[in-house]
């Protein structure tokens, strides 16, 4: 039993993080590319993302509150050495979330501010979640190089981000909306391929003990798959969206499905590469852990709030599903 | 907690409607609203002074540095005072121009005349003082008013079926009465539990993180900026949909109201 617990929330908490970056990852690209939309596309776009936004963010409390309660020495050294991108999310996440609802109930001439508002806040904290990401993986460490590799990581992350909110339009939008949808993915897939690529290959870099796993035989045939099917899913987006016709077939959901593929490996590649760490080089999950008394009672918490996220994130989809249209509150 | 935020919502939807009425922009749903909202924060309020009386002697019984500095009690006495206002010098360990009633500190405190109420020379550590005392005070004195208000209003409402003019002003003063009365009591709760962040077990000195003094102040400065910000865009926000004049029922096609989401099923 307290060898398993600790298993259970690390996987409890990177399950979390996963879903986050798919969900929020959408509304958070979506909230990026408002900009480039028309007055009325513009309302469109919220509209398409308004039921959903504030549970995708859930997620990421979930993943932090696993992180706080079942390992806090960890939570003490990542939280504290991420305490400033920590701070530019959160001041993006709330601009945004405050956006969201001022840019409909507020005097009309201030909307054009909310709407630079709301894609600012969208920028900050992916941003910010891309140094953070990039700071993880290089343990923590405050290194020149380490710095330089979050600044990378955080130019490149949002364009994931970007190709998950630009999906999401092709899914939920019709007409001239959903041709420029195809265009902006277009514009951040070469981005987002070499976001991939720069993540991939620094891992191993850091350190000696990750490079050993991926590179040994016979484990390294065993991994082909990862970056075999990143490989291909890049590659299909790629032919797809050059073929106007096959996203207008009623195909534009493969780009999700696609991107979900990617993210669902680079979470299995990642975890792969750190385990038993929690904290790169310096602290195991064992290590971190809180004490089994603990974890035995935030586990019946555990287990019946996430079927309940996951609940009602697979209702509030299928209550939403289709094509999104303007929103108002006149 | 929450009471304390079912009263903040009834006196924000109570002290809306009761500005709308005064400036006429008025609808037939207008008075139902008020009316909920204040026969609601006239229910509420007594149970929330009764909670807060409960949280006290709970307070005492845990934390009772904390309700020494909430009463400026300085020293360990019987038959303590209440002090009802006054300045409290942590240096002289006096509070000055004080006004007290005899005996009801420990009245309150432990429902007996002649309890006892420990004082804050008595602890090895103590929260700061002022800051708890005045907080304390302007929770507890919204909260005062709040019991007038909402029971001035609930009898109006119950004799006549309405709000005189004076009664509505009053109303409207008190919009936004509830986010005053909370904010002050987490005051009390925060900093009267310092200097510990656990209760005797680990203080907050020993868990802060060591960032530096010029990072801390900068996200302090910043997340208080920003909330500034945002509640005057709150507030601007919220005159614009106040001035807005209602609509007749006949005019509303949609009785319902029109769908909140944008998207078709």
Redesign the interface.
């Known amino acids: 039993m307290s060898e398993a617990l600790p298993l259970f929330f690390v996987s409890a908490m990177g399950l979390s993080l996963l879903l986050y970056v798919i969900l929020d990852g959408f509304d958070l690209g979506v909230g990026m590319l408002l900009p480039f939309g028309s007055n009325s596309e513009k ?2 776009m ?3 993302i ?2 959903f936004w504030d549970a995708n963010e859930t997620w990421i409390v979930m993943g932090v509150g696993v992180l706080l309660i079942a390992f806090p020495k960890a939570h003490g050294i990542i939280l ?1 050495a991420l ?2 991108p920590v ?1 530019i999310m959160l ?1 993006g996440l ?2 945004r979330g ?1 956006a969201f ?2 840019r409909v ?3 009309d001439h201030r909307q054009p501010m909310w709407n630079k508002l709301f894609a600012l806040g969208s920028l900050m904290a992916a941003m910010a979640q891309g140094w953070m990401l990039g700071a993880y993986i290089t343990g923590l460490t405050g290194s020149t190089m380490s710095l330089a590799f979050s600044l990378l990581i955080s130019l490149t992350l949002p364009a994931l981000y970007i190709m998950l909110g630009g999906a999401w339009l092709l899914i ?1 939008t019709e007409g001239e909306l959903f041709d420029k949808a195809a265009h902006w993915c277009r514009l951040a897939l070469p981005a987002m391929a070499f976001a991939l690529l720069l993540v991939s290959v620094a891992t191993p870099l850091v350190s000696q003990d990750i490079a050993d796993r991926w590179f040994k035989l016979p484990d390294a045939i065993g991994l082909l798959p990862i970056p075999m099917s990143c490989a291909l899913a890049i590659l299909g987006m790629n032919w797809m969206l050059r073929r106007p016709q096959v996203l207008h077939a009623g195909y534009g959901w493969f780009i999700f499905v696609a991107l979900m593929v990617i993210c669902l490996m680079a979470a299995i590649g990642l975890a792969y590469s750190i385990y038993p760490d929690i904290v790169i080089g310096r602290m195991t999950l064992w290590e971190a852990a809180a004490a089994t008394e603990s974890l035995q009672f935030i586990f019946w918490g555990a287990i019946v709030t996430l079927p309940a996220i996951l609940g009602y994130t697979v209702y509030v989809h299928r ?12 | 907690m929450m009471l304390a935020s079912l009263l903040t919502s009834a006196f924000l939807v109570a002290g809306v409607c009761a500005w709308r009425m005064i400036q006429g922009v008025d609808g037939p749903a207008t008075k139902m609203v008020l009316k909920t909202g204040i026969y609601t924060a006239a229910i509420i309020i007594p149970l929330q002074i009764l909670a807060g009386d409960l949280h006290g002697l709970n307070t005492l019984e845990h934390q009772p540095a904390k309700v020494a500095a909430m009463e400026a009690v300085w020293e360990t006495e019987k038959g303590a005072g209440f002090t009802l206002i006054g300045l409290p010098d942590e240096e002289a360990r006096e509070t000055r121009f004080a006004l007290k009633i005899p005996y009801a500190a420990s009245l309150i405190l432990t429902h007996e005349l002649e309890g006892e109420v420990k004082g804050l020379n008595d602890f090895e550590a103590h929260p700061p003082v002022a800051p708890v005392f005045w907080s304390f005070r302007v929770m507890t004195g919204v909260g005062t008013l709040m019991l007038l208000v909402s029971w001035w209003g609930a009898w109006q409402l119950f004799r006549r079926g309405a709000l005189n003019n004076l009664a509505l002003r009053a109303v409207s003063l008190m919009t936004f009465s509830g986010w005053v009365a909370s904010v002050a009591g987490w005051y009390v709760t925060e900093i009267g539990r310092q200097p510990w962040i656990v209760q005797g077990l680990v203080s907050t000195a020993d868990v802060v993180a060591q960032h530096p003094t010029a990072t801390l102040s900068g996200t302090l400065f910043g997340y208080v900026g920003l909330y500034i910000a945002l509640m005057i865009a709150y507030m601007k926000a919220l005159r614009i949909m106040a001035v807005k004049p209602a609509k007749t029922l006949e005019q509303d096609s949609n009785p319902l109201g029109t769908p909140l989401m944008g998207t078709s099923a």
């Open positions: 309302d469109v919220i509209a398409s308004g039921p504290t305490y400033i701070t001041v709330i601009l405050a609802d001022f109930k507020s005097a939920k209550v939403f599903s289709g094509k999104a249209t303007e929103l108002s509150y006149d």
